[in-house]
């Protein structure tokens, strides 16, 4: 069974900065696509960014430029670099992994982040 444990959300000031981990209970090599999504009170979850297998990484157009997702395979971690943050990035982030082959997608438990002041 996969597990994506979350780590590094927090309460940050706007303009600040965080990074968010997400460490797999295997190798993410084996994934197709991994990634983060947020999901605010009374809003949908939405795409933040992802990264494929391949190094193929996509971004929501409210986060280009401020925010950068990277993969550490020894490690079996992502990232994302979070900055100039603002309070409406404040959410729930989750990681999310996928595997084609299988039709299997994985979610972690979330990590909260507020941005205020």
């Known amino acids: 069974q996969v597990q994506l444990v979350e780590s590094g959300g927090g309460l940050v000031q706007p303009g600040g900065s965080l990074r968010l981990s997400c460490a797999a209970s295997?190798?993410?090599?084996?994934?197709?696509?991994i990634g983060w999504y947020r999901q605010a009170p009374g809003k949908e979850r939405e795409l933040v960014a992802d990264?494929?297998?391949?190094?193929?990484?996509t971004y929501a157009d409210s986060v280009k430029g401020r925010f950068t997702i990277s993969r550490d395979n020894a490690k079996n971690t992502v990232y994302l670099q979070m900055n100039s943050l603002k309070p409406e990035d404040t959410a729930v982030y989750y990681c999310?992994?996928?595997?084609?082959?299988?039709?299997?997608?994985?979610w972690g438990q979330g990590t909260q982040v507020t941005v205020s002041s």
């Open positions: 999310n992994a996928k595997i084609y082959a299988w039709s299997a997608t994985y």
């Open positions: 295997g190798s993410i090599v084996s994934f197709n696509v």
């Open positions: 990264i494929t297998s391949g190094g193929t990484t």
